[in-house]
């Protein structure tokens, strides 16, 4: 991990509390496109309280670049709290859904094998593929995939995006 003021190039997960507002997720992505910041992954969704959301972006970016989009999206109205939870302890997960060919015994066997290795469910069973769910880090996931290539052709790959929450009892709260 960079050290602070590092001008190493990272990736960064940001976790953004805000209202549940039209328009609110629309301004923060606007935000990173008119600066020019890529979105390596993004994904939203209420939390407990129906009345706020929950953004969370993974980008790259040195600690100079990461301290200009917390300024620039703390300054938007409907943001409650913005922090990265890449220099804090935290869990991460994204959710991957892979269909694969199985048109044969063996290759059944040897999706089935790498699926229970790596603790994922086969959702779907077709007569001639597999569907196949991974909740894991996107570096198990891509291992994972890659150890799929090996054994299958994949036919369609579908990823939810990096979802992060901090460890411990202190909570991303408004």
């Known amino acids: 991990m960079a050290e602070k003021g590092s001008k190493s190039i990272m990736r960064r997960i940001l976790s953004i509390l805000l209202e549940n507002e039209p328009g609110a997720l629309s301004r923060i992505v606007g935000l990173f496109s008119q600066r020019a910041y890529n979105i390596d992954s993004l994904t939203v ?11 969370t972006i993974t980008t790259q970016g040195d600690d100079r670049v990461v301290e200009q989009i917390t300024k620039q999206v703390n300054k938007l109205v409907d943001v409650l709290k913005i922090i990265d939870l890449t220099d ?16 044969n015994e063996q290759t059944r066997a040897s999706v089935t094998r ?45 990823r939810s995006g990096t979802v992060g929450i901090g460890r411990g009892d202190k909570a991303l709260k408004g």
């Open 88 to 103: 804090s302890s935290h869990i991460e997960r994204e959710l991957l859904l892979v269909k694969v060919f199985a048109g």
């Open 45 to 55: 969704g209420t939390t407990d309280d129906t009345t706020l959301s929950r953004i």
């Open 114 to 158: 790498v699926t229970d290795v790596f603790g994922g469910t086969i959702l779907d069973m077709g007569k001639r593929s597999y569907t196949v769910q991974l909740a894991s880090s996107s570096d198990k996931i891509a291992s994972f995939l890659d150890m799929l290539r090996h054994e299958s052709d994949i036919i369609e790959v579908v």
